[in-house]
């Protein structure tokens, strides 16, 4: 499996996680509490200008995992040009992108060990009281693994289908899709075992 951090390194790689994702709170509250077109417009760009910063290739990177979101986009234009409310499924859209593209942003310059290490401090009042947090530590850590190891999977799959028939994959690939994530969990589950587990 492959981490989400970008081995590009941008300027603030050396903040800490807690800093960067209370950040990432704040701005999205407040993209949430905007309504305005121009102001999302200028929201998406100047986030689309701090990607370029550290330069060509981390620009690339971070602009490429935001491709899954284009389904999401569909829905959203369909939807509002059938009601007639294009301004408002634009703000939708640009607070979406922009949102994720933030998110994406913390977790290409963190590195999940700070990650791990800042939810363990979040939960020390749980512990505190009895309940053990580790497995909740252990499923974020998987889970932030696990999404490009699946996207990528998913993509392998269209590209071969797509190599074989001319029809459009679509709800095809959702059955072996699904086999594939169950054998990887199914392989992290040994692994896990093997280690003594959680």
């Not at 709170?25 to 990607?51: D, G, Q």
């Not at 497995?135 to 693994?145: N, Q, S």
């Not at 999404?147 to 799959?157: D, E, I, N, Y």
Request: aromatic share 10%.
């Amino acid at each position: 499996m492959i981490s989400l951090s970008s081995p590009v390194k941008a300027p603030w790689d050396r903040w800490r996680a807690g800093v960067k994702l209370s950040m990432l709170c704040v701005a999205t509250t407040v993209l949430f509490l905007s309504t305005s077109l121009v102001f999302h417009v200028i929201a998406f760009a100047t986030c689309v200008a701090i990607y370029a910063i550290p330069g060509r290739v981390f620009l690339t990177t971070g602009l490429r995992r935001l491709t899954f979101l284009w389904m999401f986009l569909a829905v959203i234009f369909v939807w509002h040009a059938l009601t007639e409310t294009l301004i408002e499924g634009a703000v939708i859209a640009l607070r979406m992108l922009t949102a994720v593209a933030l998110a994406n942003l913390v977790t290409m310059s963190t590195k999940i060990a700070e990650m791990i290490a800042l939810i363990n401090w979040v939960l020390t009042p749980l512990r505190r009281l009895g309940l053990r947090t580790r497995p909740f530590e252990i499923a974020i850590a998987l889970v932030v693994r696990f999404t490009p190891v699946l996207v990528q999977k998913g993509s392998a799959l269209t590209d071969a289908w797509r190599a074989r028939s001319p029809k459009s994959p679509r709800w095809r690939i959702i059955l072996p899709f699904t086999v594939l994530a169950i054998d990887d969990a199914d392989h992290v589950a040994e692994a896990l075992r093997a280690r003594g587990g959680i």
